[in-house]
């Protein structure tokens, strides 16, 4: 079942320069920053309880974010959905015609499992579902 909304993502070209303004001009609460290998981004969060903003930027310059940038610049990316059971909410959104990006989540940040539905399902939104490291099923 969808929780909350857990962040909103966008993406920029310059990531110091973003968190600069987020951390001094707008004094929101820096978390720090990862480096998310599976989807080739560094982020950057700031906490909004209960929700935070992600500043995504490409890792070493490659992957989807590099060739977003490359095509758009920066902006926002995607809403991302936090889940206390991502599997069934994928199974439950497949039912119903929703198709994601990949067939399974995959490691995100911060230890959770994420995965994309396609924009083209959602009128053109990229939304994520986030199942937090706290709620996986052991």
Do not use: W
Request: proline residues 8%; glycine residues 8%; hydrophobic residues 40%.
């Amino acid at each position: 079942m969808i929780t909350a909304l857990d962040h909103i993502a966008i993406a920029v070209p310059d990531l110091e320069r973003a968190v600069k303004r987020f951390m001094e001009d707008f004094g929101l609460p820096f978390e720090g920053t990862e480096d998310v290998a599976a989807a080739k981004t560094k982020t950057a969060f700031f906490p909004l309880p209960p929700t935070s903003i992600e500043l995504v930027h490409p890792l070493n310059g490659e992957g989807p974010i590099a060739g977003y940038l490359e095509k758009r610049g920066g902006g926002l990316h995607h809403l991302c959905f936090r889940s206390d059971d991502i599997d069934a909410d994928v199974a439950h959104l497949r039912s119903k015609g929703y198709q994601f990006l990949s067939d399974a989540p995959s490691p995100g940040a911060h230890g959770s499992r994420v995965i994309f539905i396609h924009p083209r399902s959602c009128d053109g939104v990229l939304i994520e579902l986030n199942q937090p490291a706290s709620d996986h099923a052991h």
